[in-house]
């Protein structure tokens, strides 16, 4: 395919624009354009809301005549006309942060759900990929992302009459997704290359514009590749550990080269999990180049402005690689940078021998964070082996919790109401009112949310009608094409990967319970699941396979039904109508869980397991959890709450959930169920959004670490690897002397001498800890230096008073301090008493 493809030769002059428009994402978001599309062809635009798609299948003729009528021109120039004035606005970047990252940020990810036009994610990080993007957008963010273009990307789904998933892997058209072809400052195709076993392997640039944020894709069907190096980039998460290698090195190796070809000086590297990593390695190689210096110096130098986000919850779910297998495929690479095998397995090890990719990114990286107030104390625990004797809640983990893009999600009837509650940009800036529904009254709100309902009520209909129709009926054809779906009842969503730590059997857990629910006369319930499993999960395929056989018992036939092929289009419609939104994973597994915060906008409500997002969110006024108050340390990783939860579930269906719905007040309107819609879109819509969680990555991350980075001189890096290499000779004959104490009134002193062997006091810390206890909170106190020991060499004295507990609770402690290291991630080197 030559770049040919994409001139659009035979586009009349006066609609030139609708090839900008047609490769600007923004049009996912943006529902302003979809009239244009629809008067292109509005068959291929509903079937596909594919932009790029439309604009090269519409005929010459057809493209002729609208380029002479007054009608279309008209509404052609207002989308041109709003698209100029968006490039232009003023944003809340431009206005709040003086452009101190105007080198821009590199985002980098192995999947990403801009759209279901363009097929590059499989679930939940993949739609926070695209999520972050948009908003960051919105800001006015500069953030370049950086990922693969798949020729096949995730599976499509089916089920047979079984009820057994079967997989598809149709190949996306590169012509037909809505990207194009990536040039460089010559005007030729950008290209790049990552050295492999005895060969070179060759990757083509493609660009996806998303408003005003470009997504940079990489892809390795070069016909002058090999053929199995054509298919590196075939599908997503392949469960071959080689080929998610040589993935990994393209994302990484080939992402940053690209950046490099493009002369891209990003003043940040943001990398979402583990596969990413080798990005910071390549980046460090850039710098080792351009400054004549060793690969240490460059670690030091560029880590300070590395970001590492993971959002894993266990330590089972991360990368390695064999040793061997890294060897095969990294020493190429590796060798021609003057580097070896040997630096990365010794910043990745954490205890094992293979490479672990989240463990190179941790020891490539000036921050890292998780991506809930739970999940940082998750990642501080599956983390800690990389800080030897640390406390696990000194591990430096932060967290910013997950949010979503608002404008994505919203239904038009959503939209209009937030928009006459405050205003059309309301998405775009930090929105400041703190009830924007105040005035807002119960009719409207409750006609918004019927409106919805009805319309998810036919849509599932057409979507179970194509399921069904050329397949087994069961005994009620009526029930299998969702004719006894009811958009006046209470309607329960359930949708996302369908895995055993999910739970989505948590509802099946008592089925003749769930009978009575879904069959009750006055009070009827309705379930509509969605959901794939991974194609190696067998657990998760009988999972669906359950739920399946459940959906055809004669007595439920029609209240509940799984609608196939999960994607981004599904969803959207799901979390628009459904009145509650289910989710019920084993705590504390959930990193985040953005599922539900799509629902907030649309009124909808969340039933879900205290854990990940909610357990931040959650009130008794704007929904429902299941063992509400569940700490972190209440592991359930054995199941030993599967029972007492799946009862809790039922319970707050029986008692609080169904009731509600159908209590009326006296003008006919369920009042207790609206006041929580209100309070529910009031205190939440806003603060789980993209919006929030992209300015808090800017405040709290990005330009701190900028601004730290600007101080990592080559001088100054050079400094700190001497330093740490000094800490590193000496450390082993550190010692303790005697430790003394004193008890007063009310405090205890405690003194102690050090011996530091030629480490001067000014680049250690002597601290006090004690752990929390009944006598206490968990209490770090440091000890002063008193003065020297005249008749010891190298020895100190130190001293710290604190609050009095029994004898043996404090424990002193010696590590680094250097207040230009973010510690102890870039030196975790301590020594106990005793």
Same mark, same amino acid.
Request: net charge negative; hydrophobic share 40%.
């Given at each position: 395919?030559?770049?040919?493809?994409?001139?659009?030769?035979?586009?009349?002059?006066?609609?030139?624009?609708?090839?900008?428009?047609?490769?600007?994402?923004?049009?996912?978001?943006?529902?302003?354009?979809?009239?244009?599309?629809?008067?292109?062809?509005?068959?291929?635009?509903?079937?596909?809301?594919?932009?790029?798609?439309?604009?090269?299948?519409?005929?010459?003729?057809h493209?002729?005549?609208?380029?002479?009528?007054?009608?279309?021109?008209?509404?052609?120039?207002?989308?041109?006309?709003?698209?100029?004035?968006?490039?232009?606005?003023?944003?809340?970047?431009?206005?709040?942060?003086?452009?101190?990252?105007?080198?821009?940020?590199?985002?980098?990810c192995?999947?990403?759900?801009?759209?279901?036009?363009?097929?590059?994610?499989s679930?939940?990080?993949?739609?926070?990929?695209?999520?972050?993007?948009?908003?960051?957008?919105?800001?006015?963010?500069?953030?370049?992302?950086?990922?693969?273009?798949?020729?096949?990307?995730?599976?499509?789904?089916?089920?047979?009459?079984?009820?057994?998933?079967?997989?598809?892997?149709?190949? *996306?058209?590169?012509?037909?997704?809505?990207?194009s072809?990536?040039r460089?400052? *010559?005007?030729?195709?950008?290209?790049?290359?990552?050295?492999?076993?005895?060969r070179?392997?060759? +990757?083509?640039?493609?660009?996806?514009?998303?408003?005003?944020?470009e997504?940079?894709?990489?892809?390795? *069907?070069?016909?002058?590749?090999?053929?199995?190096?054509?298919?590196?980039?075939?599908?997503?998460?392949?469960?071959?550990?080689?080929?998610?290698?040589?993935?990994?090195?393209?994302?990484?190796?080939?992402?940053?080269?690209?950046?490099?070809?493009?002369?891209?000086?990003?003043?940040?590297?943001?990398?979402?999990e583990?596969?990413?990593?080798?990005?910071?390695v390549?980046?460090?190689?850039?710098?080792?180049?351009?400054?004549?210096?060793?690969?240490?110096?460059a670690?030091?130098?560029?880590?300070?402005?590395? +970001?590492?986000?993971?959002?894993?919850?266990?330590?089972?779910?991360?990368?390695?690689?064999?040793?061997?297998?890294?060897?095969?495929? +990294?020493?190429?690479?590796?060798?021609?940078?003057?580097?070896?095998?040997?630096?990365?397995?010794?910043?990745?090890?954490?205890?094992?021998?293979?490479?672990?990719?989240?463990?190179?990114?941790?020891?490539?990286?000036?921050?890292?964070?998780?991506?809930?107030?739970?999940?940082?104390?998750?990642?501080?625990?599956?983390?800690?082996?990389?800080?030897?004797?640390?406390?696990?809640?000194?591990?430096?983990?932060?967290?910013?919790?997950?949010?979503?893009?608002?404008p994505?999600?919203?239904?038009?009837?959503?939209?209009?109401?937030?928009?006459?509650?405050?205003?059309?940009?309301?998405?775009?800036?930090?929105?400041?009112?703190?009830?924007?529904?105040?005035?807002?009254?119960?009719?409207?709100?409750?006609?918004?949310?019927?409106?919805?309902?009805?319309?998810?009520?036919?849509?599932?209909?057409?979507?179970?009608?194509?399921?069904?129709?050329?397949?087994?009926?069961?005994?009620?054809?009526?029930?299998?094409?969702?004719?006894?779906?009811?958009a006046?009842?209470?309607?329960?969503?359930?949708?996302?990967?369908?895995?055993?730590?999910?739970?989505p059997?948590?509802?099946?857990?008592?089925?003749?319970?769930?009978?009575?629910?879904?069959? *009750?006369?006055?009070?009827?319930?309705?379930?509509?699941?969605?959901?794939?499993?991974?194609?190696?999960?067998?657990?998760?395929?009988?999972?669906?396979?359950?739920?399946?056989? !459940?959906?055809?018992?004669?007595?439920?036939?029609?209240?509940?039904?799984?609608?196939?092929?999960?994607?981004?289009?599904?969803?959207g419609?799901?979390?628009?109508?459904?009145?509650?939104?289910?989710?019920?994973?084993?705590?504390?597994?959930?990193?985040?869980?953005?599922?539900?915060?799509?629902?907030?906008?649309?009124?909808?409500?969340?039933?879900?397991?205290?854990?990940?997002?909610?357990?931040?969110?959650?009130?008794?006024?704007?929904?429902?959890?299941?063992?509400?108050?569940?700490?972190?340390?209440?592991?359930?990783?054995?199941?030993?709450?599967?029972?007492?939860?799946?009862?809790?579930?039922?319970?707050?269906?029986?008692?609080?959930?169904?009731?509600?719905?159908?209590?009326?007040?006296?003008?006919?309107?369920?009042?207790?169920?609206?006041?929580?819609?209100?309070?529910?879109?009031?205190?939440?819509?806003?603060?789980?959004?993209?919006?929030r969680?992209?300015?808090?990555?800017?405040?709290d991350?990005?330009?701190?670490?900028?601004?730290?980075?600007?101080?990592?001189?080559?001088?100054?890096?050079?400094?700190?690897?001497?330093?740490?290499?000094?800490?590193?000779?000496?450390?082993?004959?550190?010692?303790?002397?005697?430790?003394?104490?004193?008890?007063?009134?009310?405090?205890?002193t405690?003194?102690?001498?050090?011996?530091?062997?030629?480490?001067?006091?000014?680049?250690?810390?002597?601290?006090?800890?004690?752990?929390?206890?009944?006598?206490?909170?968990?209490?770090?106190?440091?000890?002063?230096?008193?003065?020297?020991?005249?008749?010891?060499?190298?020895?100190?004295?130190?001293?710290?008073?604190?609050?009095?507990?029994?004898?043996?609770? !404090?424990?002193?402690?010696?590590?680094?301090?250097?207040?230009? +290291?973010?510690?102890?991630?870039?030196?975790?080197?301590?020594?106990?008493?005793?």
């Open positions: 395919m030559t770049l040919a493809a994409y001139s659009m030769r035979a586009l009349p002059d006066q609609l030139s624009g609708l090839i900008s428009l047609a490769l600007d994402l923004r049009w996912t978001w943006h529902h302003g354009g979809d009239q244009l599309w629809r008067a292109l062809d509005e068959e291929a635009w509903e079937a596909t809301h594919n932009a790029w798609l439309v604009l090269n299948g519409v005929a010459v003729e493209l002729q005549a609208l380029s002479q009528d007054p009608d279309f021109l008209t509404l052609y120039q207002e989308q041109v006309s709003r698209h100029e004035e968006f490039t232009r606005a003023a944003t809340w970047y431009s206005d709040s942060c003086n452009n101190k990252l105007d080198g821009g940020i590199a985002w980098f192995m999947e990403y759900g801009v759209s279901e036009s363009l097929p590059l994610y679930g939940g990080l993949g739609v926070l990929a695209g999520d972050f993007l948009k908003a960051s957008s919105d800001l006015g963010v500069p953030v370049m992302a950086v990922g693969l273009l798949y020729q096949q990307g995730y599976f499509r789904q089916a089920l047979n009459t079984a009820g057994e998933q079967i997989e598809f892997h149709p190949y *996306n058209d590169p012509t037909m997704l809505p990207v072809p990536l460089d400052s *010559n005007g030729e195709w950008a290209r790049v290359t990552v050295p492999f076993p005895g070179e392997v060759r +990757l083509r640039g493609w660009k996806g514009q998303v408003g005003r944020c997504l940079l894709l990489l892809d390795s *069907n070069d016909p002058r590749n090999e053929p199995g190096d054509r298919g590196i980039t075939s599908e997503l998460y392949s469960g071959d550990p080689e080929k998610r290698l040589q993935q990994e090195m393209v994302l990484g190796i080939g992402g940053w080269r690209l950046l490099e070809l493009l002369d891209r000086k990003p003043a940040l590297c943001h990398i979402n583990g596969h990413s990593a080798l990005a910071l390549e980046r460090a190689h850039q710098w080792q180049r351009s400054q004549q210096t060793d690969f240490e110096v670690r030091f130098a560029t880590r300070a402005t590395n +970001l590492f986000t993971t959002h894993t919850s266990v330590a089972a779910g991360f990368d390695r690689f064999p040793r061997a297998l890294a060897a095969l495929y +990294l020493e190429p690479w590796l060798s021609g940078q003057g580097n070896r095998l040997e630096n990365l397995l010794g910043i990745a090890n954490g205890g094992t021998s293979d490479l672990n990719m989240a463990g190179l990114a941790l020891g490539m990286s000036g921050r890292f964070n998780g991506v809930s107030r739970i999940h940082q104390k998750v990642t501080q625990t599956i983390f800690q082996p990389w800080f030897g004797r640390w406390p696990t809640p000194d591990i430096p983990a932060d967290y910013v919790t997950n949010g979503i893009h608002t994505s999600w919203d239904s038009p009837e959503s939209d209009q109401l937030w928009t006459r509650a405050c205003g059309k940009d309301r998405w775009r800036q930090p929105m400041l009112e703190p009830e924007p529904m105040c005035d807002v009254d119960d009719l409207s709100i409750w006609e918004m949310r019927r409106s919805q309902c009805r319309r998810l009520v036919g849509y599932l209909r057409k979507r179970l009608h194509a399921q069904h129709c050329e397949h087994n009926y069961g005994s009620n054809p009526d029930a299998a094409c969702g004719l006894l779906l009811d006046e009842t209470l309607t329960l969503g359930f949708a996302r990967r369908f895995t055993a730590y999910k739970r059997d948590l509802l099946l857990k008592d089925p003749e319970r769930l009978v009575r629910l879904l069959t *009750n006369r006055d009070q009827p319930l309705q379930i509509v699941l969605a959901g794939k499993a991974h194609p190696k999960d067998k657990v998760g395929k009988e999972l669906i396979r359950r739920w399946k056989a !459940f959906s055809q018992r004669p007595e439920v036939e029609g209240k509940v039904v799984f609608i196939e092929d999960y994607d981004l289009a599904v969803a419609q799901l979390i628009q109508g459904v009145d509650v939104w289910l989710n019920t994973p084993s705590h504390p597994w959930e990193a985040c869980g953005t599922s539900g915060m799509k629902v907030l906008v649309n009124g909808g409500l969340n039933l879900s397991q205290f854990d990940g997002w909610w357990a931040e969110a959650w009130n008794d006024q704007v929904g429902w959890a299941i063992r509400p108050g569940a700490s972190f340390e209440e592991l359930a990783l054995d199941g030993s709450h599967d029972d007492s939860d799946a009862r809790e579930l039922y319970e707050l269906l029986e008692q609080q959930v169904i009731p509600e719905f159908y209590h009326l007040d006296d003008k006919g309107l369920p009042g207790t169920w609206l006041q929580r819609i209100r309070a529910s879109m009031d205190q939440l819509t806003a603060r789980y959004s993209a919006n969680m992209v300015r808090e990555y800017v405040s991350f990005y330009l701190p670490m900028a601004a730290q980075g600007n101080e990592r001189t080559p001088e100054i890096a050079a400094e700190l690897v001497a330093n740490r290499k000094n800490v590193c000779r000496h450390w082993p004959k550190l010692r303790f002397g005697e430790l003394t104490e004193q008890t007063g009134d009310n405090s205890q405690f003194s102690l001498c050090v011996y530091l062997d030629g480490l001067g006091h000014e680049q250690l810390t002597v601290e006090l800890v004690a752990e929390a206890s009944e006598f206490g909170p968990r209490l770090v106190q440091p000890m002063a230096m008193e003065h020297a020991l005249e008749g010891s060499e190298d020895s100190y004295l130190y001293r710290a008073t604190v609050p009095p507990r029994p004898a043996g609770h !404090f424990t002193p402690r010696i590590r680094v301090k250097d207040a230009r +290291l973010n510690l102890p991630l870039e030196d975790s080197h301590i020594l106990w008493y005793r």
